[in-house]
């Protein structure tokens, strides 16, 4: 309950956002007429279809993305009608196409039904349709809370009606400001005589719009310069009532007890489906917890069902587990916490394999290009991962274990009882011996309980967290932060970039089309400034549709790097990118301290994701 009143205020305060200023013209055009045969009609139609289409686009592939961007043209050419027929009501009248005959005389039809006396209000619930097509909400942290649950839990009857719960806050305060708007234009055709002209008036305001969503000014330099933003207040309500995302009606409770209290683990990257909407993943860091006595019951191990693709192993079954102690590690190859985590997980897999331990490494990815079966395959080549993996593209796996965490280690009796889990990377001893307890309860007395002994290197090798002073940072524009381009980010749009961050703010250079998950170079020269406080930075970088290999060089302070070169650079600083990985650039030796960072592309078509620190 508290989550849905939550969204409707979060609906209500996008009055005073600058994403609803170019569907206002639809909304107050026809504020003369009577409210509840026009204005409601609207404000209903565009409520619902703002909460079909989120609903969609929060659940569904990309066929309903193509499917909302063909809707969204029609609606931008029935609107750019409207705004016509408003500003030429004779031109309308000799419009022969039976398509924008309709379309150009939506207005007069509510005007001729209403003067007969038999109101109508098909025209206004068509213009509401289309209002609701084109509506971009800024996304807050509200709405922000409610799509990320959506495409965490899947499709359910709570997203669809919390996404209807916003959408009705907002046509609650749209429909305050018709009603108060109607009295003014009332008044002033009473007073001035001049309703043809505020009817002019209103056809220009509406083309206005329909330029502005046209040009994406709606989601794109509205966005950004608004000084009325609404996440502050967003954000409070939720620091203060702290409601728990959407699940999953259809679903079963989680299979981990005690809920978020429970957690427990190193670093850790938290999040879901690529999407992300509403937010960046976030380091986070806690105590794990203390084993004394009996390990506890914390669910039973849920199907494996819905996997696009196992590798290593034919598909596995709770019921073919029986009698296995089984180890579940969620995991994505370009998350840096996982990769840390990875040479623990495979010493493990062959240390007890013989005294029947079971690991199962869960890919669920967190970028697009994570989705490719071909890219996670030559992922689990170069980290020699010869235990099972389960291509979990559909988080299928991941919404049973109702898991949000890149670590996620989930430890299962013989019986299929989980026992234990830990999020992050890190209590490394802890998990084996947690994995020697369960061996041991199985009646096998002969497991070693000494330690595996793991030497990392590269990406895989255990951060210098004392010193990591850096947090983890987004390219695209969709979790972008601490971002010090002048102008800012230019949502998917060519645009040349110029540099000069300060501690833990970055900046590009050069000609790049910034995207919701990452910036792709356009022309050769491009570059990315960072000033970073850490020992390892890491760039998780991939290529364009060409698939040619990128050339580039990096500097620290302008200067090569030397000694605290990374794996994927020489001491000069050259590099190739040539497919899409974390690629580990530096690693620095001796003092910490803050650094000027640079990667100079030597060819265009890269694609930059995310900085990553250790």
């Known amino acids: 309950m508290v989550l849905f009143v939550l969204a409707y205020l979060g609906g209500v305060l996008t009055i005073v956002s600058p994403c609803i200023l170019p569907v206002l013209p639809f909304v107050f055009a026809r504020a003369d007429r009577p409210f509840v045969t026009s204005g409601l009609p609207i404000l209903i139609g565009m409520a619902v279809t703002f909460a079909v289409v989120a609903t969609l686009a929060a659940v569904a592939g990309g066929w309903a993305v193509e499917a909302n961007q063909y809707g969204r043209d029609a609606a931008i050419v029935l609107l750019a009608v409207f705004g016509l027929a408003l500003l030429f009501p004779a031109l309308a009248d000799r419009l022969a196409k039976p398509f924008v005959a309709f379309g150009a005389r939506l207005s007069e039809t509510a005007d001729h039904s209403t003067t007969a006396g038999g109101a109508t209000v098909v025209p206004s619930l068509l213009l509401g349709v289309a209002t609701g097509f084109l509506w971009a909400p800024c996304a807050g942290p509200v709405l922000g809370l409610i799509l990320t649950g959506a495409a965490l839990q899947g499709a359910s009857v709570q997203t669809s009606l919390l996404l209807l719960t916003f959408a009705a806050g907002a046509a609650t305060s749209l429909g305050l400001a018709l009603v108060v708007g109607g009295k003014v234009f009332a008044a002033m055709k009473r007073s001035l005589g001049a309703g043809e002209w505020i009817r002019r008036g209103l056809g220009v305001a509406v083309l206005v719009g329909v330029a502005a969503i046209a040009m994406g000014l709606d989601t794109g330099f509205l966005t950004r310069v608004s000084t009325a933003s609404t996440a502050a207040l967003e954000q409070g309500l939720l620091d203060r009532f702290k409601p728990a995302p959407p699940a999953n009606s259809q679903a079963a409770p989680s299979v981990v007890d005690g809920g978020p209290g429970m957690m427990m683990g190193g670093p850790a990257m938290t999040g879901g489906p690529a999407a992300m909407a509403g937010g960046p993943a976030m380091m986070m860091k806690g105590k794990p917890a203390e084993q004394s006595g009996d390990l506890p019951v914390e669910g039973a191990l849920p199907p494996l069902a819905g996997v696009t693709e196992w590798l290593n192993s034919p598909a596995l079954t709770p019921e073919g587990l029986k009698g296995k102690v089984v180890l579940i590690d969620f995991w994505t190859y370009s998350c840096i916490n996982c990769l840390r985590a990875i040479p623990y997980v495979r010493a493990w897999a062959d240390k007890y394999k013989d005294a029947g331990l079971v690991v199962i490494g869960v890919h669920a990815p967190e970028f697009a290009f994570e989705k490719s079966t071909r ?143 990452d910036a792709m170079l356009n022309e050769p020269g491009g570059r990315i400034v960072y000033r970073f406080h850490a020992r390892d930075l890491h760039l998780v970088l991939g290529l364009g549709p060409d698939g040619k290999p990128v050339r580039f060089r990096v500097s620290v302070d302008g200067a090569v790097p030397g000694d605290s070169h990374g794996t994927d650079v020489d001491a000069e600083g050259q590099g190739l990118v040539t497919g899409q990985r974390l690629y580990q650039l530096i690693r620095q030796s001796g003092k910490i301290a803050d650094h000027t960072f640079e990667i100079h592309f030597l060819d265009p078509g890269v694609q930059a994701y995310a900085f990553t620190f250790g």
Request: no cysteine; glycine share 8%.
């Open 375 to 517: 890219n996670v395959r030559a992922a689990v080549a170069d980290l020699k991962i010869n235990y099972p993996v389960a291509i979990d593209n559909d988080y299928a796996i991941w919404r049973a274990f109702n898991n949000q965490y890149w670590p996620a280690h989930y430890f299962i009796d013989t019986e299929g009882r989980i026992r234990h889990h830990h999020f992050g990377e890190g209590d490394y001893e802890e998990s084996e011996h947690t994995i020697q307890r369960l061996l041991a309860e199985a009646g096998k007395a002969d497991v070693s309980v000494d330690l595996v002994a793991v030497n990392a290197s590269g990406a895989e090798a255990a951060p210098d967290m004392g010193n990591v002073g850096s947090p983890e940072t987004y390219v695209g524009y969709e979790r972008a932060e601490n971002f010090t381009s002048p102008g800012g980010l230019v949502e998917d749009t060519r645009h040349v970039y110029a540099a000069a961050p300060r501690l833990n703010e970055w900046a590009l250079s050069g000609d790049w089309t910034v995207g919701k998950e």
